[in-house]
Structures are given as structure tokens and as C-alpha cells.
């Protein structure tokens, strides 16, 4: 039985009760999903769209395709390096990483319509690069950066892979995943601090026994053992005072107070319940405004939904969600969702992509809430 956390008005702060869901929606869905953007050459992962409803979206440096970290996607559908042409030019050099993007993995707009982008600054999923891990601010009146937090040796780990970000206007801080090594960082804005909390926690670890398998297939590393991503999937409660958090290789959503986190010398262990069970492996995790949670189903190639009132519904299910990887979400409240299709990648295929030409692809769920 799957069980969801109690949402409550103010966000999605747990009341320590576990409801349990109704069965599944049939997976025929009353949403259309329509492209909004798509790029043949370049493998994207995050998108995200602001207050004044424009859509950027990054390419991390995965591969040797590779031209720009983060775009503008125009009205009329052509792209523009952003904030500018010389932050997207790299000239590989580790002198020159602090101040330009390295591999950017996520973008996200705040509430006050400043754009973030997560600098993991791992080319080709390596170690990352010295000088290189930062959180990058930039303020969508100005398309100018403001703000630059570096992330030293004791944050971004030899085998770290910082993932999402969210942020959290009321008190200045962000949190993020890490998707390599495993675990939460936590970011003092004002003050530039940064910290590592649930290092090693059994919620933040990738679960092998729980193998991404789409269209039958198992996705397997080189080894021939099944692909392991740590914590990833990130979502705040409205109200800042709850972070949910899943490893890809999890059935289990996870759920932890702010108020551990943002407490160095707490223990963020103590707080760790479980918000939702009986999942899927999962890339991507959105709050809605309405309060809903939505999921992307890697296994089925769906989008899947946590109802206010406890059932998990599809909201839409298609063989063109080739790994449904980020939301975001318009102020007419349709959700995006971007196809990163990295079970397609060279190093999950015996050194040959699978991609064959198709495009990489940013999907908008028209009417999201029909009511």
C-alpha cells in the first residue's frame, strides 16, 4: 500500500501521519503535452521558467557535444547563451572555472524572480573541478550576475555531483542534492557558509536492489551492475519548513524539518520520515500551486501526481518521456517537464549512444488543473 504524508495549508510539512493512496489512475490522461522546446544535437536536463514566463534551460558538459550551460529560449524559438556569451565559454582551464560554467546541472527561478544555476562542475561526470562547484545567482530584471557562492574541497567531494537546488526566499538559504557522494548541502546565502548534512544516510543512498528499467531493459554501468544515483530529486514545502528529498534508485520519498538542516550542529537524522512509500525510480519532483507532488516515472514513462487528498494519480503516460528528468511551472500553472533521455547515453550502452538522432525535448502539460 502506498502511503503519502499528510499535506497541510501551509506547505507539505509532515503531520506524522501516513494516509493511504487510492489506487492508481488509468493511464489515458485529459492533458495534453505539447513541445515547447527541442534541441537535436545538445543532452539538456534542467529547465526552468520565470514570474514573467520565460524559459531557460541548461546542458550539462557531458559529452564532447557541447556548445552552452544555460540558455534563453526566445519567443520565436531560437536560443541565446545566458546571461551572456563569455559565462558559457570555458576555456578548460581550472584557473578560469570560478568564473565561468563548467557543468551546470540545474537552474531554478525563486520567488523573487532571480534565476539560480547549480554549477556541479564535473565534466563527463568526473571529480569536479577545482574552483569550479558554485551556486551562481542572477537577477532576471538585470540579466546580470550577483552573486557567487564557491563551493570548496569540503562540499564538493571528490565524488560529488551537486544536482538540484531550492531556495528559500524568507530566510536566505538553499539546499542542495548531491547526487554522487550522496547527501544534502545546505547554503547560508548571506553569509556565503555552506555545510553537508546526512552524509551517509540511508535516505540519501541510491538502492541497487531498485534498478532503473525502461522498455524492459535495465539500465547497467560498464560493470554490467544496475546504474546507482544518490539523492537528487529535491522539493520544498510553500512555507520553507519541510525538504523532500529521493534518491533515483529509491521506492521511498523522504522528508526532513529545515530547522535540522539550517542547525549545524543538529542531528538532520533524527527528523528523516518517510513522506511517501511503494514508489518508482524518480528524476524530477515539483509542488504545484495547488499543493500537488508531482513525479516523474522513469520505469513507465509518465508523470505521476500526488493528490492533495492522498491518491497518485497519472497525469500523463507516453513513450516520448524518454526519462522525465525536471519541472517547473508557468504562472498560468501548466507544468514542464524536460526528456533527458540519459539511459540512452554511450556509458550505459557499451560506449554507443542510443539517442539516434532524436532530439532532446521540453514538454509543457497544457491545463495542468483543469478546475
Known amino acids: 500500500m502506498l502511503l503519502v504524508s499528510r499535506f497541510v495549508t501551509a506547505g507539505l510539512a509532515l503531520a506524522g501521519l501516513l494516509l493511504p493512496l487510492a489506487a492508481e489512475a488509468e493511464t489515458d490522461s485529459p492533458y495534453p503535452l505539447l513541445e515547447a522546446y527541442a534541441n537535436r544535437h545538445f543532452q539538456l536536463t534542467g529547465i526552468s521558467v520565470s514570474k514573467d514566463s520565460r524559459l531557460f534551460v541548461n546542458f550539462p558538459r557531458w559529452s564532447d557535444r557541447y556548445l552552452n550551460a544555460v540558455i534563453e529560449v526566445q519567443n520565436d524559438g531560437t536560443e541565446r547563451p545566458f546571461p551572456n556569451t563569455e559565462w558559457n565559454r570555458w ?13 551546470v546541472q540545474s537552474i531554478y527561478v525563486d520567488r523573487t524572480n532571480s534565476l539560480w544555476v547549480v554549477d556541479a562542475a564535473a565534466p563527463l561526470l568526473a571529480t569536479p573541478v577545482p574552483g569550479g562547484p558554485k551556486l551562481v545567482k542572477i537577477d532576471l530584471a538585470t540579466n546580470e550576475v550577483t552573486q557567487i557562492i564557491h563551493f570548496g574541497p569540503d562540499i564538493a567531494l571528490p565524488d560529488s555531483y551537486l544536482n538540484d537546488v531550492r531556495i528559500d526566499n524568507a530566510r536566505n538559504f538553499a539546499y542542495m542534492t548531491d547526487s ?10 548571506a553569509n556565503e ?28 554501468m560498464a ?17 520553507g519548513n519541510t525538504l523532500f528529498y529521493k534518491p533515483v534508485n529509491s521506492t521511498v520519498l523522504w522528508s526532513v524539518p529545515t530547522e535540522l538542516l539550517r542547525d549545524e550542529s543538529a542531528s538532520a537524522a533524527t527528523g528523516v520520515k518517510a513522506a511517501a512509500t511503494n514508489l518508482f525510480p524518480t528524476d524530477g519532483l515539483w509542488l504545484d500551486s495547488k499543493g500537488r507532488i508531482y513525479l516523474s516515472d522513469l520505469d513507465h514513462e509518465a508523470v505521476k501526481r500526488l493528490t492533495i487528498g492522498g491518491a497518485l494519480e497519472t497525469v500523463v503516460q507516453s513513450e516520448r518521456l524518454q526519462w522525465p528528468d525536471t519541472f517547473t511551472e508557468d504562472p498560468k500553472g501548466d507544468v514542464y517537464i524536460s526528456i533527458s533521455r540519459i539511459h540512452q547515453q554511450p556509458m550505459f550502452n557499451e560506449g554507443y549512444s542510443r539517442r539516434r538522432g532524436r532530439p532532446f525535448r521540453v514538454f509543457r502539460i497544457s491545463n495542468a488543473d483543469p478546475q
Request: hydrophobic share 35%; with cysteine; glycine share 12%.
Open 193 to 220: 557558509r555552506a555545510w553537508r548534512k546526512l552524509d551517509g544516510h540511508p535516505s540519501v543512498m541510491g538502492d541497487p536492489n531498485v534498478p532503473v528499467v525502461i522498455d524492459g531493459k535495465p539500465v547497467l
Open 91 to 103: 576555456d578548460n582551464k581550472p584557473s578560469t572555472a570560478g568564473n565561468h560554467f563548467v557543468c
Open 223 to 239: 560493470s554490467g551492475k544496475p546504474v546507482t544515483f544518490n539523492s537528487d530529486s529535491l522539493e520544498m514545502s510553500k512555507d
Open 180 to 189: 554522487g557522494h550522496g547527501g544534502i548541502v545546505v547554503v547560508d546565502i
